[in-house]
């Protein structure tokens, strides 16, 4: 079975401020991860994804996260934050197909939405 | 790529009654997903299809749900009897067939279901 844990369901930071999001995971199985955001009454759109070799991975609008094995953690950062970045983040965790430890589902934990003060 | 289309946005509907929401998802992907998400909750996995094949479904999808993808394009869900309890978002998402883009999952707007 898997799990993720977002801690901080609220996170406020003033406009070109360090972000921060927080993500651990668990997992019986090497895990995939995934960061995604949502806008109001929209779907989500994946922001970035860990599935294998570098563990420092970047995504879009200036995103990046790090998979850490030993603290399974893949903490989501910005180094510094626009007002256009206020919206909730999701983060996400699969199971590999050939590890046989499920489907291709996404468990997601229950999001941290961002504020950004001006 | 006009990214995946659900359909209806938001639909209220009144205890008892029956409810039906399509997905289309992006044309190339032969993997669709259902996902239900409540207010301050991330999205809950509900069923997932393999071109037309149904080939996992939560426990979150009782009796009364029924997901059905019959020539491999669009998907429909179906509500039967809806009850209070329903009242989320529906979330479709689809997915590239092969290599590690099979995981990427690309979502749609959703379908908000208030039932009354």
């Known amino acids: 079975a898997q799990s993720v844990t977002q801690l901080g369901s609220h996170v406020s930071v003033s406009e070109g401020a360090l972000v921060l999001l927080r993500c651990n995971y668990s997992s019986s199985v090497p895990p995939y991860l995934f960061w995604y955001v949502q806008y109001p009454n929209q779907g989500l759109q994946l922001l970035l994804k860990?599935?294998?070799?570098?563990?420092l991975v970047k995504g879009i609008n200036g995103f990046e996260a790090e998979f850490k094995k030993s603290e399974t953690s893949f903490h989501l950062t910005k180094p510094s934050a626009h007002m256009s970045d206020a919206a909730e983040y999701f983060c996400?965790?699969?199971?590999?197909?050939?590890?046989?430890?499920?489907?291709?589902?996404?468990?997601f934990g229950k999001g941290t939405k961002l504020s950004v003060i001006p | 790529d006009t990214g995946v289309s659900q359909d209806p946005r938001h639909k209220i509907t009144k205890r008892g009654q029956n409810v039906t929401f399509r997905c289309d998802p992006i044309?190339?992907?032969?993997?669709l997903y259902w996902y239900r998400q409540t207010l301050g909750q991330g999205p809950e996995f509900l069923t997932y299809?393999?071109?037309?094949?149904?080939?996992?479904k939560s426990r979150l999808l009782s009796d009364r749900f029924s997901a059905e993808r019959p020539k491999g394009s669009f998907s429909t869900l179906e509500i039967q009897r809806t009850e209070q309890g329903d009242s989320a978002m529906y979330l479709c998402?689809?997915?590239?067939?092969?290599?590690?883009?099979?995981?990427?999952?690309?979502f749609g707007p959703g379908t908000r279901l208030t039932v009354t």
């Open positions: 860990y599935t294998t070799g570098a563990t």
């Open positions: 996400a965790v699969s199971a590999p197909a050939y590890s046989g430890a499920g489907s291709y589902q996404l468990t």
């Open positions: 044309s190339e992907h032969n993997r």
């Open positions: 998402a689809s997915s590239y067939p092969s290599g590690t883009s099979v995981y990427e999952q690309y």
């Open positions: 299809f393999q071109n037309e094949a149904q080939l996992e």
